[in-house]
Protein backbone atom coordinates (compact mmCIF):
# COMPACT_ATOMS: atom_id res chain seq x y z
CA UNK A 1 0.00 0.00 0.00
CA UNK A 2 1.30 3.30 -0.93
CA UNK A 3 2.62 5.52 2.71
CA UNK A 4 0.77 8.49 2.44
CA UNK A 5 3.45 10.87 1.23
CA UNK A 6 4.87 9.01 -1.29
CA UNK A 7 2.48 10.71 -4.22
CA UNK A 8 3.40 13.77 -3.25
CA UNK A 9 7.21 13.04 -2.86
CA UNK A 10 7.17 11.73 -6.59
CA UNK A 11 5.17 14.81 -7.62
CA UNK A 12 7.90 16.71 -6.29
CA UNK A 13 10.50 14.52 -8.03
CA UNK A 14 8.84 14.42 -11.65
CA UNK A 15 8.80 18.09 -11.42
CA UNK A 16 12.58 18.44 -10.83
CA UNK A 17 12.84 15.65 -13.43
CA UNK A 18 10.73 17.57 -15.80
CA UNK A 19 12.14 20.90 -15.18
CA UNK A 20 15.89 19.66 -15.49
CA UNK A 21 15.08 17.50 -18.99
CA UNK A 22 13.44 20.57 -20.51
CA UNK A 23 16.75 22.56 -19.45
CA UNK A 24 20.02 19.86 -20.11
CA UNK A 25 21.89 19.86 -23.01
CA UNK A 26 20.66 17.71 -26.09
CA UNK A 27 23.71 15.32 -25.46
CA UNK A 28 22.36 14.18 -22.38
CA UNK A 29 18.98 13.31 -23.40
CA UNK A 30 19.67 9.89 -24.93
CA UNK A 31 21.27 8.94 -21.78
CA UNK A 32 17.81 10.37 -20.00
CA UNK A 33 15.16 8.44 -22.33
CA UNK A 34 17.61 5.00 -21.72
CA UNK A 35 17.42 5.20 -18.33
CA UNK A 36 13.58 5.95 -18.13
CA UNK A 37 13.21 3.34 -20.44
CA UNK A 38 14.94 1.24 -18.44
CA UNK A 39 13.21 2.31 -15.36
CA UNK A 40 9.55 1.51 -17.46
CA UNK A 41 10.60 -1.87 -18.15
CA UNK A 42 11.49 -2.49 -14.36
CA UNK A 43 8.23 -0.56 -13.22
CA UNK A 44 5.96 -2.72 -15.21
CA UNK A 45 7.49 -6.04 -14.29
CA UNK A 46 7.26 -5.15 -10.87
CA UNK A 47 3.32 -3.96 -11.17
CA UNK A 48 2.53 -6.97 -13.84
CA UNK A 49 2.35 -5.07 -16.71
CA UNK A 50 4.65 -7.31 -18.58
Known sequence: ???SNELQ???KLSEKLVAF???????????I???LQALLEILSAQIGLK
Open 1 to 3: MME
Open 21 to 31: TSNCSEDIKPY
Open 9 to 11: EWH
Open 33 to 35: VGQ
